[in-house]
């Protein structure tokens, strides 16, 4: 029966009637001090669930139903990117694992701890039921997404399976960090236990701490850089722990030296920082290559694509500076997935932990202070993003310059945002300010990864804030659900351009290689006739859902009513008609992108 406020759904107490396969491995969960575990559910785990419902309570850790698999693995994606600690997800046999290959790819990609676990069989083909258990029973399901997770396993006794839980625990948790994969045999969990199984002491099996940089090699590092008279400092997947974010800022203002960050990737340094030199982007702006161009000592920290940025910046020829890559990323590259990018030339290459090598390079380099930032370098002055006018079509800096304002003076995490976001759009001063978005460009997990993060923001000082874009939402609607089911405020605003528009660009580039009309590039990309009621969709699953908004008088409104909400412990879906349309800054390294293609 669920309780009044809807957070926790508790069960009927349940009698001690003996102990089954599925309760020690229910017991191992809870010893790893699970919270949560996100879930669509499913027969091949039926006495999983059992033993969480009946066994634990539903209480550490609780479940959170889902309505797809993939906002179950979503949501766990999304609690990672704020608290860097692994979630669980739970996805039934082989079907509930296609649907979460996309989800599990982005956590991939994002290089973030996830624990999934699933199901199938009975593997004894003499206890499978007719039809049903034999479609959904594969011989290796760890297959299906072995090219994107750092391990996985399908234990045949009980035993095995705790071991295989804290292995999995354990390497989710070791950097690079990443999805692991655990297969639960359905009669290895209704088997019935003469005794219970020896529960290890998880203490003992904490993954190990982030590598430390080579001794000789950080020497080197820290000599080039003491000499250095414009160094540029990359600053990639980092954590968002306060005290490694005072300890960029201590390295940079110790060197004198530029910084650039990436929108794609959460917050890294503050961007109001007189020394973070040029907005983040999602591709290399001309501004950040132009620094990049002057720059005689490049420190990479776990940047996402330095050969993209170095062939940006440099074309064909070869990088004038010293390219210094500090990233533990080698270790997940396979022959399946090209999301290591291309391979970087490296003067000093450190395989070791991004954050620990800040700490090592800040006590090697001492008491060394460099007198000035760049010689003759000054910050640009801030863009300014347009007002709007009432009655006139809003765009997407509109409603950035709107949400600015909006929430101005309160402690504010955007928590996704679309293609057409830019990065002057938001300033970043704390690790929470901004946690970029899925990695593996997934269209539909944003409302899973923005649930996922709300609720480990839940409770906190901070309101969690989205902007998703009418295709993201449309495809993963219904993570809204198990925010509004849970309990999890956040506020959702929808810049809705009623089209797939990053393909119109596409299109647009197609047309004109093939000298075809461009006027057709909107075809097969524009989202109407009917037009979909996305504050209806929202209302329909419980959230407060505002819109559709088309002015930027009822726009500037309605978001003091939203944060009310918020305050009240509701979820907000606001639906904005913005123009198709990119920031010009952000539309030319876009142009330029595409181009390329």
């Not at 590598?211 to 954590?239: F, H, N, T």
């Amino acid at each position: 029966m669920q309780d009044a406020d809807k957070k926790l759904e508790l069960p009927v107490p349940a009698q001690d009637n003996g102990q089954w396969g599925s309760d020690a491995i229910a017991e191992m969960l809870r010893a790893l001090g699970l919270p949560y575990i996100a879930l669509n559910p499913g027969a091949s785990y039926r006495g999983l669930h059992d033993s969480l419902v009946n066994r634990l309570g539903n209480r550490d850790p609780q479940m959170l139903l889902c309505l797809h698999e993939e906002a179950a693995v979503a949501i766990a994606h999304g609690w990672a990117k704020v608290k860097d600690a692994p979630l669980c997800a739970i996805v039934h046999s082989n079907v509930g694992l296609m649907h979460a290959t996309m989800a599990v790819f982005n956590a991939w990609c994002d290089r973030a701890p996830l624990l999934l676990l699933g199901a199938t069989g009975p593997v004894d083909a003499a206890k499978r039921r007719p039809w049903i258990d034999w479609i959904h029973t594969a011989k290796d399901q760890g297959a299906l997404i072995r090219d994107y997770t750092k391990w996985d396993d399908q234990p045949a006794s009980v035993p095995a399976a705790l071991e295989s839980l804290l292995r999995a625990w354990q390497i989710t948790q070791t950097a690079p960090r990443g999805p692991v994969y655990v297969c639960l045999d359905a009669a290895l969990q209704e088997m019935r236990l003469e005794n219970a199984p020896k529960m290890p002491d998880v203490s003992r099996f904490a993954a190990p701490p982030p590598a430390d940089p080579p001794r000789v090699l950080l020497a080197d590092a820290a000599a080039r850089l003491a000499k250095a008279k414009r160094p540029l400092l990359l600053m990639g997947r980092m954590s968002r722990n306060e005290d490694h974010w005072a300890a960029r800022i201590t390295l940079a203002e110790k060197l004198g030296a530029l910084v650039l960050t990436d929108m794609k990737i959460a917050g890294a340094f503050p961007t109001t920082h007189a020394q973070h030199a040029a907005a983040p982007s999602t591709f290399p702006s001309e501004a950040a290559c132009e620094l990049t161009r002057q720059a005689d000592v490049i420190v990479a920290f776990d940047w996402v694509d330095l050969a993209g940025t170095l062939k940006s910046t440099y074309g064909d020829k070869d990088p004038s500076a010293t390219i210094i890559n500090v990233t533990l990323d080698q270790y997940l590259h396979n022959g399946w997935s090209m999301d290591h990018q291309g391979l970087p030339p490296a003067d000093l290459y450190l395989v070791a932990d991004p954050d620990v090598t800040v700490a090592a390079l800040n006590d090697k380099l001492g008491a060394h202070k460099k007198g000035d930032v760049w010689p003759g370098w000054t910050k640009p002055a801030q863009v300014q993003l347009p007002e709007g006018e009432a009655g006139k079509p809003l765009t997407v800096p509109v409603l950035a310059n709107a949400l600015r304002k909006g929430f101005a003076g309160r402690k504010t995490t955007l928590m996704r945002h679309p293609l057409s976001w830019a990065g002057h759009m938001w300033d970043v001063e704390h690790p929470l300010d901004f946690l970029g978005t899925d990695g593996g460009g997934g269209i539909g997990s944003g409302p899973g990864t923005s649930t996922g993060a709300a609720l480990a923001l839940k409770g906190s000082d901070r309101i969690a804030l989205a902007i998703l874009g009418d295709g993201d939402f449309l495809m993963g609607a219904t993570g809204v659900w198990s925010a509004v089911h849970y309990g999890v405020p956040m506020i959702v605003f929808i810049a809705n351009n009623r089209s797939f528009y990053n393909d119109e660009v596409h299109q647009e580039r197609v047309a004109k290689m093939r000298d075809r009309p461009v006027e057709n590039k909107w075809i097969g990309q524009h989202i109407g006739g009917p037009d979909v009621d996305l504050a209806m969709m929202a209302r329909s699953q419980g959230a407060t859902g505002i819109g559709p908004v088309f002015d930027v008088t009822e726009l500037r409104e309605v978001i003091p009513l939203a944060i009310e909400a918020f305050h009240r412990g509701e979820t907000v879906v606001i639906d904005v008609r913005v123009e198709p349309g990119y920031d010009s800054g952000m539309s030319s390294a876009l142009v330029k992108h595409v181009e390329r293609s």
